[in-house]
């Protein structure tokens, strides 16, 4: 059985961009190596490689191609690396020109376990500025349903191939070459509509100013655009500097995100590795229905190609993963990328507020603030749609409802924050009117006792929303929401009359671990003076808690992380299972890699060195299976949320957008999948090192 620690057995497959080093016009030191590639590739355990255009001959040989002895001599080179591969795990590509039928073709030669699997033809040939390939070679993009005899085996010939894996590895991928991509309608667009999930391209591309960007675009928007993965490799050292130079520009793309790259300039060979998620492409192209549409109006069907089968099974021992996972899938650990994102969802929250207070003609938004990191938020996306809007930030409400909890140090930074912002700051002291609730209920705390259950602390939480909801009542206002996504995912809020409802909630599809960020973003924007952005560091060092059940003897403090889990591990699992519906086995195989060593990877600027941490598989499973627990069994409070504008590409758990599953479904099968899929401990990894 393939290791729980092996990508392989989470859907990904290795792939390579490779770049070796060549000389003009020597097949024999060109097919060296790439032999020598192919064999670090074996080692790796990479299934599928692909090597530049014009690879085994050189791209910049000129009339070079018309030469029978060294046409000839390419074709050795083909029969050597065929044979000297035949014991090697992966499939590739490499790049020649081959004669057919009185033609010449920069063809593509795909080969596995000693087999020429099939040759596909260059579609289109660039005969403009520096290139002049129709000089050379016969277009393509015609060539169906023929053969070609390649060292002495007839294989088939043509753009309509497609290579199918059908080992315990299964794939389906598509070759095509250089200018192929530049085209307005690439062969790999049809080829993806007929199955192909990994796309490669055998390149040459010379290297001026600025080329190295276009490629990474066109790249990156057909494997976006095709649902794919994209594989790119172009010439590199050793290829002709006559009149061009060459960078060797390698990279591999995953549905628009740039998962490898080379070093480019090298001085010697090289190649990109990635492990590709084919999982992830296969849900999207489930859930992206155009994508099928767009095969249908255009006539695309599994027909149009020739499907040439090989098998490749996946290793089964532990393996690294080859590829980029962020601890924080809705923070982003670049800096730039995370400024830009908490410009977009602050602005988002503020825009969709002032649409929302333009639509019901109100001038007065009321708010419960505790001094913590959701109400924060809240407080001043409501303080930037007032100055939007032209209205006073007096016209902003905030209540700070103390409870039998509430400590004062985030009783005073409510106050701070309040004044600080300029708005309308009042107190309403709840524990009188719990009191009596809970009395008239028979509850035992109100006789004395120490008895702080459930009931106990959504009398609280029930009142402080009464209260609000009241209070926009009598002041012709709307009650604004904090609750976070994170809470939502969890059912960590109190139903109906509760923090689960509210008029409009800015922070329904932002999670606890974006919320914190994005109050450092207004910290720093300007918006704010320099004392409010001193309070707003501060409150961001307060330890999350709901504050409805007082202190115990020892003095600590009600912790919803000790409770419901770590926000960090819940809002990844969140992400997985909702984005992109992957199973808990593979949740918690990204999860271990992206946690299990604090020192590797990058973290999200602003986290202090003390919060980096790691968490080992058994707490990770732990956490998850409460995750699985809460998240199917409150289903019924999402189903009742209010309004709230979606923020990321991570989702919304709205009902009308989404997210939409029945109230009633439980987590059976998903704790069930948990159980049998996922090792208890590391053991099964530290025995196969």
């Not at 579609?123 to 060539?143: D, I, K, T």
């Not at 996972?325 to 730039?336: A, Q, T």
């Not at 001038?363 to 409501?382: F, N, R, Y």
């Not at 009596?436 to 035992?444: A, N, R, W």
């Amino acid at each position: 059985m393939i290791s729980f620690f092996s990508p392989y057995r989470h859907d990904f497959v290795r792939i390579a961009a490779c770049v070796p080093r060549m000389d003009v016009a020597n097949p024999s030191f060109n097919v060296e190596r790439t032999l020598e590639l192919l064999r670090h590739g074996h080692q790796e355990r990479i299934a599928l490689m692909v090597f530049p255009e014009l690879g085994l001959s050189a791209y910049s040989i000129d009339d070079l191609f018309h030469q029978d002895a060294l046409l000839e001599a390419v074709e050795a080179a083909i029969g050597r690396v065929v044979a000297d591969s035949a014991d090697l795990f992966p499939a590739f590509v490499v790049g020649a020109p081959l004669r057919s039928r009185g033609r010449l073709y920069n063809a593509a030669i795909v080969i596995h376990a000693g087999r020429i699997l099939g040759v596909v033809p260059k579609a289109y040939l660039p005969n403009y500025r520096e290139f002049y390939e129709r000089r050379y070679f016969a277009p393509g993009a015609e060539v169906r349903g023929q053969t070609i005899t390649v060292a002495g085996v007839e294989v088939p010939l043509g753009v309509d191939l497609l290579f199918r894996s059908t080992g315990s590895c299964p794939f389906t991928f598509h070759v095509e070459i250089c200018e192929d991509m530049w085209v307005p309608h690439p062969p790999s667009t049809g080829a993806a509509l007929a199955g192909a999930e990994i796309l490669l391209n055998l390149s040459a591309s010379n290297i001026t100013i600025g080329k190295a960007e276009d490629r990474r675009l066109l790249c990156g928007s057909q494997s976006m655009r095709c649902v794919a993965a994209y594989a790119y490799s172009a010439a590199g050292p050793g290829e002709s500097t006559t009149d061009l130079a060459w960078d060797g520009h390698g990279g591999i793309f995953e549905d628009g995100f740039r998962l490898a790259e080379t070093e480019r300039f090298p001085a010697g060979s090289t190649m990109a590795v990635a492990d590709v998620d084919l999982g992830r492409l296969r849900q999207e192209r489930m859930r992206r229905v155009t994508f099928r549409d767009c095969g249908d109006v255009l006539k695309v069907t599994p027909d149009d190609f020739r499907v040439i089968p090989l098998s490749i099974d996946a290793p089964d021992e532990p393996l690294p993963l080859r590829r980029p996972v962020e601890r924080f899938p809705y923070v982003p650990s670049d800096p730039s990328k995370l400024a830009e994102n908490c410009y977009e969802a602050y602005n988002i929250q503020v825009q969709g507020l002032v649409k929302r207070l333009q639509a019901t003609r109100t001038e007065k938004v009321v708010i419960g603030v505790s001094g913590g990191l959701d109400s924060t938020q809240a407080l001043l996306v409501c303080s930037r749609a007032m100055d939007k809007l032209g209205l006073p930030r007096t016209n902003i409400l905030a209540y700070t409802l103390p409870g039998f909890a509430t400590s004062e140090g985030t009783k005073g930074n409510a106050w701070a924050l309040m004044r600080a912002l300029g708005v309308t700051a009042s107190e309403i002291d709840i524990r009188p009117a719990a009191r009596q609730m809970l009395s008239d209920m028979g509850h035992p705390f109100a006789a004395g006792e120490p008895v702080y259950d459930v009931t106990f602390e959504n009398v609280q939480a029930g009142l402080r929303t009464d209260y609000l909801f009241r209070l926009a009542n009598h002041n012709r206002g709307i009650v604004v929401g904090t609750g976070d996504l994170s809470e939502l995912g969890l059912g960590w809020c109190t139903y109906g009359v509760g923090d689960q409802m509210s008029h409009y909630n800015v922070n329904a599809s932002v999670s606890k671990t974006l919320i914190q960020h994005l109050i450092r973003f207004v910290a720093a924007s300007g918006d704010v003076d320099e004392t409010t952005a001193g309070l707003l560091h501060a409150i961001l060092a307060t330890e999350i808690s709901p504050e409805l059940v007082p202190q115990d003897a020892s003095g600590q403090i009600q912790s919803t992380e000790a409770m419901i889990g770590p926000y960090a591990l819940q809002d990844f699992n969140l992400f997985y299972l909702t984005r992109y519906g992957f199973r808990p086995s593979k949740i918690a195989y990204l999860s271990w890699h992206a946690w299990k060593d604090a020192g590797a990877g990058s973290w999200p600027p602003n986290i202090p060195e003390s919060a980096h941490r790691s968490y080992e598989l058994p707490e990770i499973k732990r956490w998850l299976r409460v995750f699985l627990s809460r998240f199917f069994t409150s289903q019924f409070k999402r189903t009742a949320m209010p309004n709230g504008p979606k923020i990321s590409s991570g989702g919304s758990l709205s009902p009308r957008g989404d997210w939409r599953a029945p109230s009633d479904a439980g987590p059976g099968v998903w704790l069930e999948e948990l159980d049998h899929n996922v090792p208890d401990d590391d053991a099964a990894l530290s025995q196969k090192r």
